[in-house]
Every structure is written in C-alpha cells, then in structure tokens.
C-alpha cells in the first residue's frame, strides 16, 4: 500500500464516523423515542384561557379576556389598548387547544436545543387560565416532515407540532383587533344621513320602528331591505389596517376635517336617556393604495382605513334606496280590485268573508280562481323601471296623460285599511316604456317597463271560468253517455273500480281506473270559447243530437249534463244543463272524445 493512502483511508474512517454520532444525537428519537400522539399540547381548553401572549416575526402582543368567556369580549393590551376580536382569538385558542403533541422524546445533557431552533425561536405563546396556570408553548425549526419542533417551557421533552397548529400563531395585532369599529346596534336606528360630494339623503323611520321613508332629496317610501342592508353595511364596515396609536385626526393627511363623505345615524335613546347620535367620516385616500380612504367614527378615537369599494356600495344615490314595488299587499291580502281604461265602465272584482271573488254587478257569474291567482300576482309584482320626475305639479300631468290615465287601478285590502291606486299614462317619447304614478305618490311620475301594461290591461271576461262545469272529477259515480241510434253507455264506479256496460248489455266489464280518471278529467275541464245564450234556445245542430253525456254523484243526483251538437268549421255546438249553450273550439273537444275512445277501447 503506498504511503498515501493510510492517511486518507483513515480520514475518510474519522469522517464517517463524526457524521454518524451527530445523526445519532440529532436524531435522538429513532433511539429513544417516547411516542405519545394522544396528548395535547397544551393540557388545557380554550374556553379556559383569560390570557394569551404572543412573541412572533411580528413582534410581541397580548390579549386578554373580558368577562365570562359567553360575553365574547377580548381586549388587546399590547401592543396597543384595543378592543379585541373574539372570533379571531377563539381560533387560535381551539387550534392549540386540541392540538397534539408528536413523537415526543427526552431532553438530556446531550440534547443541543439549537439543532432544533429551540434557543432562538420562530414563535412564542403563553397562555395562562382562569386558576392562574401558565403554560409557554415554543416553537422551533421546520422538521423535514413539514412539522415544527416545539417545547412547552419547564418541560424535560421535545415533540413535533402540526404545521396546521404552528401558523396560527404567525398572527400581527391587526389580525387579533376588532376590526368593526363602527358597530351598533341596527334595531335602534331611527334617523340616517348620507352626506356625499353630491347629495344629502335623510331617511326616517316612522314612530312605531317599522317602516323607512326617504324624506330628503325628496319624500318617497323606501325600499325596506336596502336600508337594513345600509344600517348593516355601517355597522360591518371593516377596518382594513389602523393608524399608529395616537394618530392626531386634525392631521390633513387624514382628511378627516373636510370629509369625502359623511354617514350619522340617530338611535333610539335607552333607559329614558337622550338620543345618541353617531357619526362617521371618511376622509382622504391613502397614500400607499387608492382604493383606500382613512376614516373614523365617534364611538371611539380610532383613524382606520377602509375600502372605497365599501363606502361605493353605501353612499349611493337616491334612486338606489327608493321603494319600486308598487303594491305593498300579498295576494291574501287583497280584498277588493278596481279596473277602469279611459273612457270605459269600471268592474270591480270583490272577495267575500270565506275567500271566494265575484263580479259585482254580475254575482252569478262564476270566477275562475286559477286566473284571479295568475292576473293579480302579476300586478302586485309591478316594479319601477326608472324614475321620471319628482315635485310634478298638477298642471303638468297632461304631458305624461296623467290628468286622464288611459288605466286606473284601485287595490284595496281585506280591512279595507290600505288602499293603492295605480294610474298608467302615455309612451314615453323612444316609445320603450309608459309613464305611470301612484295616486298615493302624486307628485312623482315613473316609468314601466312597455310589457307590464299587458299584465294589467284587462276585461271582464278575462276573469269567468271559462269552464262549461263547475265539477270535480272526483264528485262523478255514474255516466250515461247517449249516442245516435239509441246507443248508450253506462260508466260506473263500484268498489273503487270502474265498470262498463254497453247498450243493454247486462254484461259488466272492468275500464282501466286511470283512463277513466283521465276522461274525467277532460270532460271537468272542457272550456268554451263563446257563451251564447243563458236562456233555453232552439238551433238547427241540436234536433239530432249527436251525443248527451248524463254525470251523477254518489247519491244520484244529477251534477252535470251535456249535449254536443252539430260541428261548424273547428267548432262545436254545446249545451250544458239545459239551458246555457256554448260553441267550444276543435282543439277543446278532440282531447275529450280521445280520452272516452281510449277508456272504451283499452284492453281487458
């Protein structure tokens, strides 16, 4: 062996032999590993923690409880005094709470905390309960398992601490602060003011704390939830960042002096005192981001910043927080309904103690419930399109032919106690919508959109039940159905099922229940298009007489009758009990003798 390589041969010996020694004491617990993944960290709830200091890349900052732990209220001590945020600390406090410790081993003479950033550490908390226990959690170095070594201070052990665990404690003291400086309680708003670059709007809310009305730029009611989403909105609006603790607010780097935009609202005084005012001011954009503007309240001496895109979203203008519903009832509420074009006898549809609407001057006309559902919910569904005027003089309604409205629709509920009236006017001059006002409101005109006119420009046969019975499927027992030639059918339900007996067949056979049911259905729901006569009358299509259906209830007593004439064109010739005679539509018809063909003809 040459003389060489002994020295290196022994060299490479004494460095493989260093390196393994320092694994070993560095990695103590693949040795002496005390594994214990059930313990938590801490050994103590969050519930019961009054205090919590932390020491990260941030600084240093403590919080400490107000209260029973139910009040929700936190303080921030350091580094400044400020009010703190429940639900920020109480994420921090469940995290580490329940957080385990990991692969925990035994700190001897030879364990060295600097291999483990255990002597200059990342992160710093104690924590201290309600008996005065103080527990200092200290988190080291990242392991290559992505967890972080920690320790608790006094304790003869290290363990890994879940990374998850570990960033809740990267907090700043912006993050552990209250960040709505401007709450209050909403419920007791009764007066607001927006002042903006442009405009002033006052709102006020009526002397029972129910309704919001906007009584400046204008007098006009409100629509109700924008201005709870506004009350809400200023009570919410975060902080984004604060100035430094003592920030003078007469600094004009503020601008909080001549403010952008200004909100106060008055709440309703408690326990017999004064009515309190508050006030926000919104100042001049930051320097750092423009889309921030500092801002401060008179709850406390705090200068925030807060977004422009928030302060957008509050201080809009008037149109924004006027009420475009133009009926305020639901549809049970409706007791009464008025309709009069220009130039036409009014009709008035009323509905009685037990629910049911009628036709006054008409109260034998039967009413189709289904159509009444459909014709008012569209009215009460009208909205604004856009706002055309305020302060409209009586001398100038003419140009919006609201001195003489082509339509007037009265609304009035069920005590009587509320009445609506809607007058509908002229095109407006692009011929895209019609000027319209309610009565209520005379001295502002607006605009619908041009289709809703269709919703409401009725007749009073739009609202007769077209149907030629006023049956139910369900009340039929027994047909008789009568054709040419002394033919004669007879359709009976015995024992839930359906039977048949042709001519005089005394022979029964079984009809299928649901193609029974559906002829049925058909022949309750044939509907006329003209109702000629009310009175007993004579035409040529009925001397023969195609067809007469006979329909009893379940006493035998007859509920419907039905003769079917001569066709013309695509109409046919009925006559119902006797005495009304209607022509009903090829498109009507064909569905009913489709559904007898099929119930006669189904398969046994």
Aim: hydrophobic share 35%; proline share 5%; with cysteine.
């Amino acid at each position: 062996m040459k003389t060489w390589r002994a020295p290196v041969l022994m060299a490479v010996l004494f460095l493989l032999t260093l390196a393994a020694w320092q694994a070993d004491e560095h990695m103590l617990d693949r040795k002496t590993v005390r594994r214990d993944e059930t313990s938590l960290v801490l050994g103590m709830s969050g519930r019961e923690i009054t205090r919590l200091r932390l020491k990260n890349r941030f600084g240093e900052m403590e919080v400490r409880r107000v209260g029973p732990f139910d009040d929700r209220k936190w303080e921030l001590t350091a580094p400044e005094q400020a009010p703190g945020d429940f639900d920020a600390i109480a994420v921090i406090l469940q995290n580490l709470a329940f957080a385990r410790r990991e692969n925990a081993f035994p700190v001897t003479g030879n364990v060295a905390l600097e291999n483990y950033g255990l002597h200059d550490p990342g992160a710093v908390a104690e924590f201290e309960d309600e008996s005065g226990a103080v527990r200092t959690l200290i988190v080291g170095d990242r392991a290559s398992t992505g967890n972080y070594y920690a320790q608790i201070q006094g304790e003869d052990e290290i363990f890994m601490l879940s990374d998850y665990a570990r960033n809740h404690l990267d907090k700043t003291p912006y993050q552990l602060r209250f960040k709505r400086v401007f709450a209050f309680d909403v419920e007791r708003a009764r007066w607001i003011q927006l002042r903006g670059p442009d405009s002033v709007l006052i709102f006020m809310r009526d002397e029972t704390g129910g309704e919001w009305r906007l009584t400046e730029p204008m007098d006009y009611p409100c629509d109700q939830q924008r201005v709870k989403n506004l009350l809400l909105a200023l009570s919410n609006l975060p902080a984004v960042d604060f100035a430094e603790s003592g920030a003078n607010p007469q600094d004009e780097n503020f601008g909080l002096d001549s403010p952008h935009y200004r909100a106060r609202v008055r709440l309703e005084p408690e326990n017999g005192e004064q009515p309190e005012e508050i006030e926000i001011r919104f100042g001049a954009r930051t320097k750092e981001d423009e889309n921030l503007r500092w801002a401060a309240c008179s709850l406390n001496d705090y200068i925030v910043k807060a977004y422009q895109k928030h302060i957008d979203n509050i201080f809009q203008p008037a149109e924004y927080y006027r009420r475009r519903q133009l009926f305020t009832m639901q549809l049970d509420e409706l007791g009464r309904v008025e309709s009069q074009g220009r130039g036409e006898a009014r009709f008035t549809l009323r509905k009685n103690s037990e629910g049911n609407w009628s036709m006054i001057g008409q109260p034998d006309q039967p009413i189709d419930a289904e159509e009444i559902q459909r014709r008012f919910s569209g009215m009460l569904a009208l909205q604004v399109k856009d706002f055309a005027a305020d302060n409209v003089q009586p001398d100038e309604l003419a140009q919006y032919e609201l001195n003489e409205p082509r339509l007037t629709l009265i609304a009035t509920n069920t005590t009587g106690t509320l009445k609506q009236t809607l007058q509908i006017g002229a095109l407006t001059e692009d011929k895209g919508a019609i000027y319209a006002r309610m009565a209520e409101q005379p001295r502002t005109v607006f605009t619908l959109s041009l289709f809703d006119p269709q919703k409401i420009y009725w007749v009073e046969s739009d609202f007769f039940l077209k149907r030629i019975f006023d049956v139910k499927p369900e009340q039929l027992a027994r047909l008789e159905i009568k054709g040419q030639r002394e033919s004669r059918i007879i359709i009976e339900r015995k024992e839930k099922l359906w039977k048949v007996r042709m001519n005089t067949e005394s022979a029964e056979r079984n009809m299928p229940t649901e193609r029974v049911d559906e002829f049925l259905r058909q022949l309750c729901d044939i509907r006329y298009a003209i109702q000629i006569s009310r009175l007993p009358i004579d035409v040529q299509g009925f001397e023969a007489s195609p067809m007469t259906i006979l329909g009893y209830d379940d006493a035998g007593e007859r509920i419907l009758s039905l003769e079917r004439g001569d066709a013309q064109l695509d109409e046919y010739f009925f006559r119902a009990d006797e005495k009304r005679l209607y022509r009903v539509k090829d498109y009507q018809y064909q569905p009913l003798a489709e559904a007898l063909r099929n119930a006669l003809t189904s398969p046994q």
